[in-house]
């Protein structure tokens, strides 16, 4: 039986338990299979054991194979460079379980999603309204993750109740969808007493388009493109994710160039994002010479981007097996290059950032989110890193990121000048990361493998700029998505901003947001 | 005081040109816009932008053109904070269920005369997200639009020639 340790350490929480099945069909990933009523207790062992906040938790809808709809919860351990993920088998009639959101805050708003998305009840679980598929518009009793769904049948709409925070002088200020800058929709509600912020209410949903449904039914090639159009800013990060799920079940190895070019690029976009934050969090406090200075910077990353790929967004660069886009010679003199020039631009603004005394007094502790309540809310990512949490899919996982030495950047204060500073050294360091990749870029190669499309289920990740990107994927023997469950970092760090706001006041909201820079887009698919 | 007279004399003109042979290209459209700008609205033209479900790459462009490389403000114009502000709306990505009335309380709120900009395939029918079960379908089909912009984002320089073509038509 493959991964024997794992199970011995579950069985020293659990004393009598006993796993219907252990597989370990990839390398980096341990499926265990148990019965619905130890599935809750072995969650919480794992998450106790891993120290790992659930990754992911989401249904299948198998009432036409099995009878059954299946609840997949996916745990990291970053220790062991793998997956752990535990399933059970929910009976079709009465669908539900024991929810696991008072133990475990992180699986909160994923049976959130399960619920509003399958009709699976999770018991117990504190507050069932909906995420995305909004009351005023949505009737109730229509699950359209279920596979017999087709079109949105009538019945109830009511309106959605808000959190409240009563007693003397505490007034709300509501704010969106529509917001004042050019930005996704979103609404924030926030309760105020004074001046401090003393609770903050999102409500997402706005962007909601039903990209995982719209992935069903599809052949893999034709939905790469869609997985693109996830989530803007992180195009190539979704695709790689997107990708690697493929290969990883069809087997496919990709060429040595191809990884290496995979990470040139995974790199290059999270330099023009990071470059557009530092803009953005001068842009917020008022400093408009390096925010303009940063818009310029983004804007030479951009362009060097389209001429080494024609596309601005990396869009069309990935590919099931390898990628499309080459970086020959003189290609590869353009981009390093391009970094010499960048690496001068960034320091210098590194340096305007820095020597102004009212930017690092309006930045340092401003938007506080301690590690504890980031562990508890099992935020990712950049937000996490800059909380001391040490958690990156580059440093654990990847053999390309090891060969090139990769320094993960880690911050305590977890305020806003702890994340500006994570993402000034992660640029620094994706610049020495494209030159250390260019450099083992060997002359000739391959850049894609002819890949055999195969059947079956497996996970991919690609750790984005703002954190990991998952895709996992159960493709059926004709070659169609069965089902896709996407997580995009956003989707977890949202609550994350919730908290960080709390006691500051509200002209620093804008500053506290752009620190995150969350995307509405990949949150709400 | 001094200090800073001394930094400007040490640091002498710090502005230098970006890819000068794109930005010949930007001028020559630019200053086409300009004249249509001032021929046909004064002085300016004041947009309103909405995201009613875009995968964030059309934003990403709207904002690129605002920089100093292309500086869209400098030809005539302003993208405001406040649909009462506006003369124009310019709506990106596919029309969510959730964005509908959003979309048009949005439209509803801006003052006379005014037109609709649709940027991005998303928004001319749904693009990738065409036939979902929380799509409405063609911005079109909700609000009178005069003009598509196209693109998968659009660049900047599209979005500015595009604009031209809009101009010269009205």
Known sequence: MAGPEIITEIKNKIPDFAPLAVLQNYPDEINIKVRAQVFKDTCLALHKILSSPVAALFALDERKESGCFEINSIFVDFKNSRWITVNMDIPQENPGFDSLAKSMYSASLFEREIWEMFGIQPKGHPDLRRLRLHNEVWANEN???????????????????FGRVEGDGIFEVPVGPVHAGIIGPGHFRFSVAGEPIINLELRMGFAHRGVEKLFEGKLCDDALGLSECVCGDSSFAHSLAFTQAIEKISGVVIPERAAYLRGIFLELE??????????GIATDVGFSFPSVFASIIKEAILQLNARLTGNRYLRKVNTIGGVLANIDETKKQVLLDSIKHLKRD????????????????????????????????????LTARASG??????????????????????????????????????????????????????????????????????????????????????????????????????????????????????????????????????NDL | MLNILKNRILKGIVTRHIRPELSKEIEAAGSELRSLIRKKFGRSLHIREI??????????????????????????INFVASPRHADCLLVTGPVSKNMLIALK??????????????????????????????????????????????????????????????????
């Open chain 1, 389 to 522: 949490i040490p958690a990156d899919l580059r440093k654990y996982f990847s053999g390309l990121y090891k060969e090139a030495k990769f320094k993960m950047a880690t911050q305590e204060s977890g305020d806003v000048l702890a994340r500006l500073r994570v993402r000034i050294s992660e640029f620094q360091e994706s610049c020495r990361l494209i030159e250390e990749f260019a450099a083992r870029l060997n002359k000739g190669g391959k850049l894609k493998t002819e890949p055999e499309l195969k059947a079956g289920s497996a996970l991919g990740y690609a750790e984005g700029w703002r954190g990991p990107v998952l895709y996992w994927f159960k493709i059926d023997p004709a070659g169609l998505i069965q089902r896709c469950k996407i997580v995009d970092p956003s989707f977890l760090n949202w609550q994350g901003l919730a908290y960080a706001v709390l006691g500051n006041i509200i002209p620093d909201f804008p500053l506290c947001n752009k620190s995150f820079d969350l995307s509405y887009a990949g």
């Open chain 1, 143 to 161: 699950y359209p993750l279920r596979k017999d769904f087709r079109k949105m049948q009538s019945g109830n709409l009511s309106d959605y109740k």
């Open chain 2, 51 to 76: 995201d009613t479900g875009s995968c964030g790459a059309c934003e990403s462009e709207i904002i690129a053109a605002n920089n100093p490389i292309y500086d869209l403000q400098r030809f005539g």
């Open chain 1, 346 to 381: 960034f320091n210098e603004l590194v340096k305007m950032l820095y020597s102004s005394v009212s930017f690092m007094d309006r930045v340092d502790t401003t938007g506080v989110l301690r590690r504890k309540t980031a562990e508890d809310l099992g935020v990712v990512g």
């Open chain 2, 105 to 170: 309380k949005t439209y509803a709120a801006m003052p006379e005369p005014k037109f609709v900009i649709t940027c991005g395939d998303c928004a001319l029918d749904g693009g990738s997200f065409k036939g979902s079960y929380y799509v409405e379908g063609a911005v079109k089909d909700i609000l009178p639009v005069v003009l598509h912009i196209s693109g998968c984002p659009p660049s900047p320089l599209q979005i500015i020639l595009s604009l031209n073509i809009l101009l010269q038509k009205a």
């Open chain 1, 270 to 279: 999270r330099m023009y994002n990071h470059i557009n934050d530092m803009g």
